[in-house]
């Protein structure tokens, strides 16, 4: 961008005043390439065409730190005109992942339809970021990607929350109609098309991805494309390649954006327009490169990616209905086991009806309602609060936090009340709120604009809470590039893993006390989708359980490697062989405390059916520790027989977060996991159901590097 041109007298002579700024203080996904501009704050989205309740533009913070604001100076193209000018107050601060709305009430000039928006240093001569535009956009001006990309124009407003962007509706006579963006033949390519009568000159017309440090790459002089003609952008002439989670803008020779596209994942052949021209893009079945889109009636869907085989379920292969005197919903999804020495429980979701489920735990594992809960309770949003006839969260998944034992926090992907709109939200319950029919949430945290973009019923699906002495310096934090630290994110006190059905990924947030939260890091489950998630302190492993889409398999996730880098490694295990191969949302392992004879219990929960929808089997305890070599362990603290690991993956070494990879995935070695605390509970502990799997072998779960697979879902059965 090319700063207008004014003189230092005329500008410092023009600084007087200044007002107090809107801070909206909510984080979204900080991007972890380097801000475009040294001092990191960058202008994010500029509504020009009368917004609520006026113009304004939003400044983003996509750094790792606070930026001081104080003394800088928003203008419009007219920075000489002492009338269009706004100094920020002495005191703004703004943290990283944050936002800032300067509104037009504040600045006092309106934005025209062909303008500009300037950020200046409080030198008064340092252009800090600008953005300008011909037109009003339909909707708002924004970056794409949040924080870091080209501006383009927004699918709606979104002040002071992370940018939204749909299918473009295309009015440039020349649009971006499909793109390789996984090794095409002989490289990653975008190609245009000229869908007009009219012939086309696009010398000098400009393609760029989401990285800001790419220069955009132009089309040859004399560059014409007639009615109906292609132009395909080379790998080789972009000077780039184009990555998973990428975008391809592209631009007349003046800098004007014309079309873009943004996708979250490789398709398996091409993302194209269909129909050609200005449909809507998805994935395709044929590459086209150079001529028109191979299109059926209908989307597809990119099948997930091929995962490897699984290991075999370590534990006893039968599976049992579970009798309650609770009748379950129809609906069931998440599960939750809270351990406690004088007694454990068992809490369970209803996504129908917000319902929450609490079950005392027998000695041989068998549920009955706990006191006051022979009911279960229904979970309201705070908007319903006067409201106890409102629908409630489409509740998918439950999870408990150590640090707030009284509380029960919810993973929802919507309001039932209005399903046709995704809205992925934590609902914090509190315990002692809870002793009548209903309980309003006492907080809530929308993700909605930090997750993947997914349709309204293929978003969280489960939720699970972490210690921060779990993941400290081994998991790689997103925002930072560098291991997780608790102290970057004061007052969180743990993160909480969610699952997202359609992209079958898992992200960790760091929620706070006023609302807003952070993300932290993004796993890959290399699975077709993820129901549900467990963190088994005693292995140090999350568990991400598929259900029926991909034959119940589960994704374990482990932290860290054997030479202290930051990452993380997957494997797979099979589900019992007595477990119907069914809907099964909900997934919980009960404590290594209660471990007898090498097993502990295990609790799946069914989706769709009323009859026998939670179900008992058991999984191997933990091992116990292994003795330093040099000492001669006590046979008689031996808990079985000899361990034996059995699997084993190639490791796969992915970039730092600040490529176009994908941030978060392992970049350490294939050392093996110490296997956490191993030898806790194995003695006294409570009588489980008989298994029969005394003489089974228990299989120690190593920490290898990450597999760097793809998420996109396999073609599921969404249900309501």
Known sequence: MQAQRITLAAFVAAIIGGGAALAVPMSANAATTPAPHPTGVVINEVESSGGEPGDWVELFNP????IDLSGYVLTDNSPEDATHRYTLADGTTLQ?????????????????????????????????DEHTWTQHAATSYGRSP????????????????????????????????????????????????????????????????DNADHTPAPAPASTVLAPGEFYVYEESSLGFGLGSGDSATLADSAGTILDSTTWIDHADVSWARCADGDGDFRATTASTKGALNTCSDVPVETPAPTAPAPEPWTGSPEVAPIASDVMLGEDMSGLEYQ??????????????????????VAVDGGVTPAAGWEAPKRVRFQADAGNPAAAGPDAEGV????????????????????????????????????????????????????????????????????????????????????PYDAANYPGADGLFFVA??????????????????????????????VMALDYDESTQTLWGMCDNGCGGTSALFQFGAADGSAGYSVTHVARPAGLPDTNNEGFAIAANETCLDGTRAAYWLEDGV???????????????????????????????????????????????????????????????STGGSGAKGQEGGTTLATTGAEDLVIVTLTALAALALGSLALARRRDA
């Not at 750094?63 to 606070?66: D, E, H, K, L, T």
């Open 96 to 128: 990283p992942g944050d936002y800032l709305v300067i509104e037009e009430a504040d600045f006092a000039f309106g934005l025209g339809g062909g303008d500009s928006a300037m950020l200046f240093a409080p030198d008064g001569t340092t252009l800090v």
């Open 399 to 482: 999870t408990v936090s150590a640090a707030h034992p009284e509380s029960v926090y919810i993973g929802s992907e919507r309001d039932n009340s209005d399903k046709p709109t995704n809205e992925n939200t934590i609902l914090k319950v509190d315990l002692v709120d809870a002793s009548g029919p209903d309980v309003v949430a006492a907080a809530e945290w929308d993700l909605t604009s930090s997750l993947p973009q997914v349709g309204a019923n293929t978003g969280i699906e489960a939720i699970e809470w972490v210690a921060d002495s779990e993941l400290e310096g081994r998991l790689l934090d997103e925002r930072t590039g560098a």
């Open 339 to 360: 351990y406690s020495a004088e007694g454990s429980t068992l809490w369970a979701v209803d996504n129908g009806t917000g319902g929450l489920y609490r079950f005392d």
């Open 610 to 672: 009323q009859t026998d929808a939670l179900k008992q089997g058991a999984l191997a305890c933990a091992p116990l520790a292994t003795p330093d070599p040099t000492e001669t362990a006590d046979p008689t603290e031996t808990a079985g027989p000899t361990e034996t690991p059995i699997t084993t993956e190639t490791p796969v070494t992915t970039e730092a977060p600040s490529t176009t990879t994908t941030p978060g995935t392992a970049t350490g070695s294939d050392g093996a």
């Open 146 to 209: 949040n924080g870091t990309g080209a501006f383009t124009e927004t699918s709606e407003p979104t002040k002071g929350t992370e940018n939204l962007f749909a299918g473009v509706d295309p009015t440039s006579p020349v649009v971006i109609n499909e793109v390789e963006s996984n090794g095409g033949t002989p490289g990653d390519w975008v190609e245009v098309y000229n869908r007009s009568a009219e012939t086309v000159d696009i010398s000098g017309w400009t393609i760029v991805d």
């Open 63 to 66: 750094g790792i730190g606070a």
């Open 500 to 529: 997202v059905e359609e992209t079958a990924g898992v992200y960790a947030y760091a929620l706070f006390d006023d609302g807003t939260a952070a993300r932290v890091a993004t796993l890959e489950s290399g699975l077709g989708g």
